[in-house]
């Protein structure tokens, strides 16, 4: 005879409504927000969570939640069970937290990532470290607020902060002296060069590192000033 009655009870209590088995039968191909779950059944979120709560009960699920933007993801395992209390506590982690909680040797926690959207973010987090070593380099060698707020559509405010993270206050930073005659023109023709075909699209920072390269013995400042020389204000 089976010890667990009680537990078996609950068990076939919470897959004895075909829309709890409905559900359980979504989870098994993949997470799930609340509303996707809702969405079939024509029911209301409070319901949809009822219902989770009553497979819950059944102590042969896991409940595992993450919040994304406006909807809750629901991924059910098997034989282990985590309350609501203990997933909304999950979901108040930092992510410094996860990864303590993670590393610790005794809850068995396993964070999970979507492969696409972790491809994605790894993709974000590769170009904004590489737009702030650009920005950077820029501050350090010279170029002005004007230029910076231009080329990487950032407020004076954060530009003023940038500054005096990376260069302070220096001679550099004030107003350029124009060079020779000679030199603004071979400046001048370089730039037409590298916006050559370009010229209906906006300057961009790699064109101003390009040019630079080819007159490093100036200022990112020396060089948009050449540049925007004959301008119309």
Same mark, same amino acid.
């Given at each position: 005879m089976l010890n667990d009655s009680p537990q078996l009870d609950r068990a076939f209590q919470a897959l004895s409504d075909p829309v709890r088995r409905g559900m359980l039968a979504r989870l098994s191909r993949g997470p799930a927000s609340v509303s996707q779950l809702a969405e079939p059944?024509?029911?209301?979120? &409070?319901? !949809?969570?009822?219902h989770l709560k009553s497979l819950e009960e059944g102590r042969r699920q896991r409940l595992q939640a993450r919040t994304v933007p406006r909807d809750a993801? #629901?991924?059910?395992?098997?034989?282990?069970?985590?309350?609501?209390?203990?997933?909304?506590?999950?979901?108040?982690?930092?992510?410094?937290?996860?990864?303590?909680?993670?590393?610790?040797?005794?809850?068995?926690?396993? #964070?999970?990532?979507?492969?696409?959207?972790?491809?994605?973010?790894?993709?974000? !987090?590769?170009y904004l470290g590489k737009r702030s070593r650009q920005l950077e380099f820029f501050i350090r060698?010279?170029?002005?607020?004007?230029?910076?707020?231009?080329?990487?559509?950032?407020?004076?405010?954060? !530009?003023?902060?940038?500054?005096?993270?990376?260069?302070?206050?220096a001679s550099s930073l004030r107003r350029p002296a124009? &060079?020779?005659?000679?030199?603004?023109?071979? #400046?001048?023709?370089?730039?037409?060069?590298?916006?050559?075909?370009?010229?209906?699209?906006?300057?961009r920072a790699e064109d101003y590192e390009e040019l630079h390269r080819d007159f490093s013995q100036h200022t990112f400042a020396t060089l948009w000033a050449v540049v925007h020389e004959f301008d119309r204000d």
């Amino acid at each position: 005879m089976l010890n667990d009655s009680p537990q078996l009870d609950r068990a076939f209590q919470a897959l004895s409504d075909p829309v709890r088995r409905g559900m359980l039968a979504r989870l098994s191909r993949g997470p799930a927000s609340v509303s996707q779950l809702a969405e079939p059944f024509s029911i209301s979120l &409070p319901a !949809v969570l009822q219902h989770l709560k009553s497979l819950e009960e059944g102590r042969r699920q896991r409940l595992q939640a993450r919040t994304v933007p406006r909807d809750a993801v #629901i991924t059910f395992n098997y034989d282990v069970m985590l309350d609501y209390a203990m997933a909304a506590e999950l979901r108040g982690l930092t992510s410094d937290e996860l990864v303590r909680l993670a590393e610790m040797p005794d809850p068995k926690v396993a #964070i999970s990532i979507d492969a696409g959207s972790f491809e994605h973010g790894l993709r974000q !987090v590769d170009y904004l470290g590489k737009r702030s070593r650009q920005l950077e380099f820029f501050i350090r060698h010279g170029a002005t607020s004007n230029m910076l707020t231009k080329l990487f559509r950032i407020s004076s405010a954060d !530009v003023t902060l940038r500054r005096r993270l990376f260069a302070g206050t220096a001679s550099s930073l004030r107003r350029p002296a124009m &060079p020779p005659h000679p030199v603004r023109e071979k #400046i001048q023709a370089r730039w037409f060069e590298i916006r050559k075909g370009k010229e209906r699209e906006p300057e961009r920072a790699e064109d101003y590192e390009e040019l630079h390269r080819d007159f490093s013995q100036h200022t990112f400042a020396t060089l948009w000033a050449v540049v925007h020389e004959f301008d119309r204000d």
